[in-house]
């Protein structure tokens, strides 16, 4: 009898007819090919990173900084002694950041002792900064002769959460300045108010994740000299510039919100943001050593050169440092000039459209991240009563995402909440034919919602309170029948 044909396809296999492990590791292992299919079925549905338009982090980058961040992925940039290479060039990143950002320990080549560290992205960077401002204050204190007890840190409600992080797990006060309708951002005399003895710093934010706003920085600078020279006190500012800091240099000349400010201890950028490289890379820079701690600085050896080692994360690949310094090198500052203009001229196309529309309202600056961030508009009768419409942004965006795009619908932050709004982020990749493609996706959403029944819940409970005299759910079996009565017969809702 002859032997049977073994049959390679992945199909054929019997793993493609019985369930696959989820919650256990399996006894025996799976074949390469089904466990390479079974994971690609399952992301099937994901969104498309270039159509997410709720993200920030870069999506695209040229072939060959793919094949030199491929080339390093099996690196552990920690083993200096091993990769000296990838040591020297974070140290060459932060040199750069560190002139660009006109700090006073390099001249204008970078040339001297620049203090900073790569970090896996913004949000351990800023728990460095922070963390630098907390033991700053402390060391003074104690010098003093003062408490230490009772450290606050002051900011906008409009932080990334991060912030409230480091103040939950470092024991540090957040004490916010809640936004408001028509203000979304902390002000300088605001932020100044909240501050005491006790306050460790100030976070001024360059390119609020809300509506992209710059916080004046300039103006916290010259408000918190007031108070230092007032009180006697040394209250620095950490600048979040996560989305901005790789943004201002090049299209805000104007815009001065770096070391040439005084009181600017240290500022946090984002590499996988507006610095164009994928996930995974954020810097800290601090204005000079005297604004580090030597408790948080630990130097390691490795042949014969001192380094300095200022991380919360210990092992992490190498890639994306590699990638970073690619495109610090291969855009340099005309480069990214270039680029940050293309998509200032698209986010200014796009807020043309917002602010003639007849269906949404902006709520962007002109001056900020490159994004667009909007929000429903009231509807108005023939006598010119203006009411709310029944569906809200919640539910534009779920239509939008039945075309593939992700743009977020959000509640702004504490002071603000009950407004919600829409975010279209502007990334390198993001095309002015791109850009007409989702105007339309969402000219279609608000048709299709104008036509069809369709309630946010909050509309809901309004409209339950009003006519039934109780909470119903959107998916109130008995909804249908509870209504019947309310209208006339020609005003009868009816299922679509």
Not at 225 to 252: E, M, R, T
Request: glycine share 6%; aromatic share 10%.
């Amino acid at each position: 009898m002859a032997e049977h044909t073994v049959i390679d396809s992945t199909f054929a296999t019997r793993y493609m007819a019985e369930p696959i492990p989820k919650l256990k590791m399996p006894e025996q292992g799976i074949p390469a090919n089904v466990v390479s299919q079974v994971i690609k079925d399952m992301r099937t549905l994901d969104a498309r990173p270039n159509l997410n338009l709720a993200s920030f982090v870069t999506t695209w980058m040229e072939p060959e900084a793919r094949e030199l961040m491929m080339d390093s992925l099996d690196v552990n940039f920690v083993d200096t002694e091993e990769y000296p290479s990838c040591q020297t060039i974070a140290n060459r990143c932060v040199s750069m950041l560190a002139s660009l950002y006109h700090s006073p320990a390099v001249d204008e080549n970078g040339v001297g002792d620049a203090v900073g560290t790569a970090s896996v992205g913004s949000s351990e960077a800023i728990m460095l900064g922070a963390l630098a401002l907390k033991k700053t204050w402390g060391e003074r204190r104690v010098a003093q002769g003062k408490d230490t007890s009772k450290p606050n840190l002051v900011m906008g409600s409009e932080t990334h959460v991060c912030w409230e992080k480091f103040c939950r797990y470092f024991d540090v006060e957040a004490r916010y300045v809640l936004a408001e309708e028509g203000r979304y951002a902390a002000t300088p005399e605001l932020l100044a108010a909240r501050c005491d003895e006790n306050t460790i710093g100030v976070v001024a934010v360059l390119g609020s994740t809300y509506t992209g706003e710059f916080e004046d920085v300039a103006g916290i600078d010259a408000a918190i000299q007031k108070l230092n020279d007032a009180n006697g006190w040394n209250i620095k500012i950490h600048v979040d510039g996560a989305s901005g800091a790789f943004v201002a240099p090049f299209i805000y000349p104007d815009v001065i919100f770096d070391f040439r400010l005084p009181n600017v201890a240290s500022i946090n950028i984002s590499g996988h943001k507006y610095g164009l490289t994928y996930a995974g890379v954020g810097w800290a820079i601090w204005r000079d050593a005297t604004h580090l701690p030597e408790s948080m600085v630990f130097y390691c050896d490795y042949l014969g050169t001192v380094e300095r080692s200022i991380t919360l994360n210990f092992s992490r690949g190498a890639s994306q440092i590699v990638g970073q310094y690619y495109q610090l090198l291969r855009l340099g500052k005309e480069g990214y000039t270039k680029i940050m203009t293309n998509l200032s001229e698209i986010a200014a196309y796009l807020r043309k459209y917002f602010a003639n529309s007849d269906h949404f309202e902006l709520v962007s600056k002109e001056i900020g991240v490159p994004l667009v961030a909007f929000k429903l508009k009231s509807l108005k009768h023939v006598d010119g009563s203006v009411h709310k419409r029944l569906y809200d942004e919640f539910q534009v965006a779920e239509r939008t995402r039945i075309a593939g795009w992700v743009i977020p619908a959000y509640t702004m932050p504490k002071g603000a909440e009950h407004i919600k709004l829409m975010r279209i982020t502007i990334r390198e990749d993001f095309s002015m034919t791109m850009a007409d493609a989702v105007l339309e996706e969402l000219d279609k959403a608000v048709e299709w919602l104008d036509n069809h029944f369709t309630i946010s819940a909050e509309k809901m409970t309004e409209l339950a309170g009003h006519m039934l005299g109780r909470s119903i759910s959107k998916f109130d079996s008995k909804i249908m029948r509870d209504l019947t009565g309310v209208y006339s017969a020609e005003q009868q809702i009816k299922p679509c």
